[in-house]
């Protein structure tokens, strides 16, 4: 059965809880997802639920959707007094997400529940298939993370973006999927490049950098590109930067910029029109979490990925590997960022066949209907 197949025929209205988040990582594809269910069935009824306190409580409501917030709390991996109060939390918390997750299943009814990753969807997932309700999870990243490892043996469904999953789930639940995207990412035309260029107020005929941290801003990529100006911009000299520096670091980087007279430079907290902003780049500069992987893959980009070393088991190096041993990307190491990354930038930005030996690389890895695909599995368990 496919998705072509199902869009052909009467779809039944159904009811879906989607949970999951904490980064954009995990929002963004939960929300392509919920936007996917709307278009082939306008009908369809969402829910989302997700921790309180998090980026989800405010991104799910601007996208059009209503979302309950359970009072979970993760694990923090940082020692400090702080974080170990958090963690003395952690069991009065979890014992009372699973009752308002359970009396959340309860009232609302759902024909499934699907999970996205994050430690607030574990309760979700958990009452779910207790109640015996289907459930699907979606797993972004080449590592998997530790509440889908704990969830799979229940589940029914197990959607992917990497090859291999096997090593963490079970194979007869594995649908290789991809990572849901913003359909607004696709390859672009020159006249969407010509767009972008306009938009962000750049130079026609330069080369274009965009640096961008992820949905918070990254304090090591914004550390490398302050020291590159410290430097004098070497070879910057027929290039612009595009820089999302985060709301996080927006005041520091705001002081820094003060009183240098740094027109190739256009830096700000959040990029709304990151679709403009890949279609006018050259090359991206980026973290790899997985939801910014695959809009690279989807835009058909030359990327240099950037790890964080403050995620679990690493997986943003595991993500980043996948496309790097295919001859599809550059990286850098967190810990050499500031003193390598912007000589590695310039070597790359100023060869184009190699950015063009990149892009044809990457190509094959963009999976543009992850979320037709995750929906096609969705309506196969209803």
């Not at 490049?193 to 090591?220: D, M, N």
């Not at 996948?322 to 001859?327: E, P």
């Not at 990354?341 to 209907?369: C, Q, S, W, Y």
Request: glycine content about 10%.
């Amino acid at each position: 059965m496919t998705l072509t197949y199902l869009m052909n025929m009467k779809y039944k209205k159904i009811r879906v809880i989607i949970s999951g988040g904490g980064t954009g990582g995990h929002i963004f594809p939960a929300i392509s997802i919920a936007n996917k269910l709307k278009e082939v069935n306008p009908g369809t009824e969402i829910l989302f639920v997700g921790a309180e306190g998090k980026m989800e409580m405010e991104k799910v409501p601007a996208a059009g959707y209503s979302i309950v917030g359970l009072p979970i709390v993760g694990l923090q991996r940082q020692l400090n007094w702080k974080n170990i109060w958090n963690d003395i939390q952690i069991p009065a918390k979890l014992i009372a997400s699973l009752r308002k997750a359970g009396k959340v299943i309860d009232g609302y009814k759902p024909d499934i529940v699907v999970g996205v990753g994050g430690f607030a969807s574990a309760p979700l997932l958990w009452e779910a298939t207790g109640r015996g309700i289907p459930t699907l999870i979606q797993e972004q990243n080449g590592f998997a993370g530790l509440t889908n490892r704990i969830l799979a043996r229940k589940v029914d469904r197990i959607c992917v973006a990497y090859d291999g999953m096997e090593r963490f789930f079970p194979a007869e639940k594995i649908t290789f999927s991809g990572n849901p995207i913003r359909s607004v990412i696709h390859p672009y035309s020159e006249q969407e490049t010509e767009e972008g260029i306009r938009f962000y107020g750049l130079t026609p005929g330069k080369k274009h950098l965009l640096v961008v941290g992820g949905s918070l801003g990254s304090g090591t990529l914004n550390k490398a590109v302050k020291a590159w100006i410290a430097e004098g911009c070497p070879g910057g000299d027929d290039m612009e930067v595009l820089w999302q520096c985060g709301k996080y670091y927006k005041k520091g980087v705001d002081e820094f910029m003060a009183g240098r007279n740094l027109p190739a430079i256009h830096h700000s907290d959040f990029i709304s029109r990151m679709d403009l902003a890949y279609a006018c780049s050259d090359v991206i500069v980026s973290r790899s979490g997985a939801s910014s992987i695959s809009e690279i893959c989807a835009a058909r980009k030359a990327a240099i990925f950037v790890p964080s070393p403050n995620v679990a088991e690493d997986h943003q190096t595991h993500n980043a590997m996948a496309l790097v041993d295919r001859n599809a990307a550059l990286i850098v190491k967190d810990s050499e960022a500031e003193d390598k990354l912007f000589g590695t930038a310039m070597d790359l930005i100023h060869d184009d066949d190699r950015i063009r030996e990149i892009e044809k690389n990457v190509a094959p890895l963009a999976r543009l209907d992850a979320a037709g695909t995750i929906v096609d599995e969705i309506y196969k368990l209803v």
